[in-house]
């Protein structure tokens, strides 16, 4: 069997011991050392408030409380493949596809695994692209079954990857041979950049070839987009578990940051703080979604797609294609 692929229950069992925060300390510091940008977290519930641009010195790291590390991808030439599906099956097929096409980059990348079938692939990756995924494929019968998903995160992303340590009751974060605090980021391999819509396509194309049906889905909107969708009876829910009517919510914001959840347009969400409550100028009220980096507006001001400006827009780029 290939040892990529061997479970490591002992390993496992004693890394789900609780440790002294002097161990955790440690971890993170070897991180750090290791070239990746660290931060502390913890657990699946995220990092603490701040972990953007929250300091790993070693006085920094010396105050630092959590169970789990990660790191920031900012700025970094740390890539992940985010293997984000719910069987093995479907899990051993994508490396297998990926390990054909791009075996130099498998054979050295370092596997993180998180006690359930995901699995994230890291290496190295310069690239000015920002995070992209694949479609959607459904993983069970049942609507709020988590698909399948495969993504990639670089140094053009404002996010955080977890790394290692506690994920929640149960899991952690452990690896499939080489772990992050034995391997120095600049000792791991390459990815080629013209080569990562490639992946996406390939990985699309081995979930497609498995059966499995893809998840038919509104045009997924891009970071800094507006989204006109609200609505003033709309319910949202507050950081706090309060539940108010946007209208009402219009007159309080700006007098205090409000945060909330996502669960006007995400009902699945369980964020409490993913949204940003804010008053823009003329637009009134916005809910920024730091997730999706979208903001959404009101309903009423949707600008007309058949505007003299926008009919006009459209001409002139008919004529460019002809030039």
Same mark, same amino acid.
């Given at each position: 069997?290939?040892?990529?692929?061997?479970?490591?229950?002992?390993?496992?069992?004693?890394?789900?011991?609780?440790?002294?925060?002097?161990?955790?300390?440690?971890?993170?510091?070897?991180?750090?050392?290791?070239?990746?940008?660290?931060?502390?977290?913890?657990?699946?519930?995220?990092?603490?408030?701040?972990?953007?641009?929250?300091?790993?010195?070693?006085?920094?790291?010396?105050?630092?409380?959590?169970?789990?590390?990660?790191?920031?991808?900012?700025?970094?030439?740390?890539?992940?493949?985010?293997?984000?599906?719910?069987?093995?099956?479907?899990?051993?097929?994508?490396?297998?596809?990926?390990?054909?096409?791009?075996?130099?980059?498998?054979?050295?990348?370092?596997?993180?695994?998180?006690?359930?079938?995901?699995?994230?692939?890291?290496?190295?990756?310069?690239?000015?692209?920002?995070?992209?995924?694949?479609?959607?494929?459904?993983? @069970?019968?049942?609507?709020?079954?988590?698909?399948?998903?495969?993504?990639?995160?670089?140094?053009?992303?404002?996010?955080?990857?977890?790394?290692?340590?506690?994920?929640?009751?149960?899991?952690?974060? @452990?690896?499939?041979?080489?772990?992050?605090?034995?391997?120095?980021?600049?000792?791991?391999?390459?990815?080629?950049?013209?080569?990562?819509?490639?992946?996406?396509?390939?990985?699309?194309?081995?979930?497609?070839?498995?059966?499995?049906?893809?998840?038919?889905?509104?045009?997924?909107?891009?970071?800094?987009?507006?989204?006109?969708?609200?609505?003033?009876?709309?319910?949202?829910?507050?950081?706090?578990?309060?539940?108010?009517?946007?209208?009402?919510?219009?007159?309080?914001?700006?007098?205090?940051?409000?945060?909330?959840?996502?669960?006007?347009?995400?009902?699945?969400?369980?964020?409490?703080?993913?949204?940003?409550?804010?008053?823009?100028?003329?637009?009134?009220?916005?809910?920024?979604?730091?997730?999706?980096?979208?903001?959404?507006?009101?309903?009423?001001?949707?600008?007309?797609?058949?505007?003299?400006?926008?009919?006009?827009?459209?001409?002139?780029?008919?004529?460019?294609?002809?030039?």
């Amino acid at each position: 069997m290939n040892k990529f692929y061997q479970s490591e229950p002992a390993a496992q069992a004693e890394q789900l011991q609780p440790k002294p925060i002097h161990a955790y300390r440690e971890i993170w510091r070897r991180i750090r050392d290791n070239g990746y940008d660290v931060i502390p977290l913890r657990g699946r519930d995220g990092p603490f408030r701040g972990w953007p641009s929250q300091p790993n010195d070693d006085a920094a790291i010396a105050q630092w409380r959590g169970r789990a590390a990660g790191i920031r991808m900012f700025h970094s030439t740390a890539f992940v493949i985010d293997l984000d599906v719910r069987d093995l099956a479907v899990r051993q097929a994508l490396l297998g596809a990926l390990a054909r096409r791009w075996p130099d980059f498998m054979a050295e990348c370092l596997r993180r695994t998180s006690g359930g079938t995901t699995l994230a692939l890291i290496g190295q990756v310069a690239t000015a692209r920002k995070r992209l995924w694949t479609a959607r494929f459904k993983s @069970g019968p049942k609507p709020e079954d988590k698909p399948h998903l495969v993504e990639y995160f670089a140094g053009n992303d404002k996010r955080y990857v977890a790394v290692h340590g506690y994920h929640s009751p149960g899991r952690i974060y @452990g690896y499939q041979g080489r772990s992050i605090t034995e391997v120095p980021l600049d000792q791991l391999p390459w990815f080629p950049e013209a080569d990562i819509p490639l992946m996406i396509a390939e990985c699309e194309r081995v979930m497609s070839g498995l059966g499995l049906e893809q998840i038919v889905i509104p045009r997924e909107h891009r970071p800094g987009e507006h989204i006109y969708d609200l609505k003033p009876e709309d319910v949202l829910v507050l950081s706090d578990g309060e539940r108010i009517a946007l209208n009402e919510l219009e007159k309080r914001a700006g007098t205090r940051r409000i945060k909330a959840y996502a669960n006007i347009w995400d009902p699945q969400s369980k964020t409490n703080d993913r949204v940003l409550v804010n008053i823009s100028g003329s637009v009134g009220l916005t809910l920024w979604d730091t997730k999706t980096g979208v903001s959404h507006r009101w309903a009423k001001l949707a600008p007309d797609e058949d505007s003299e400006f926008q009919q006009q827009l459209r001409e002139l780029m008919r004529d460019f294609k002809h030039l």
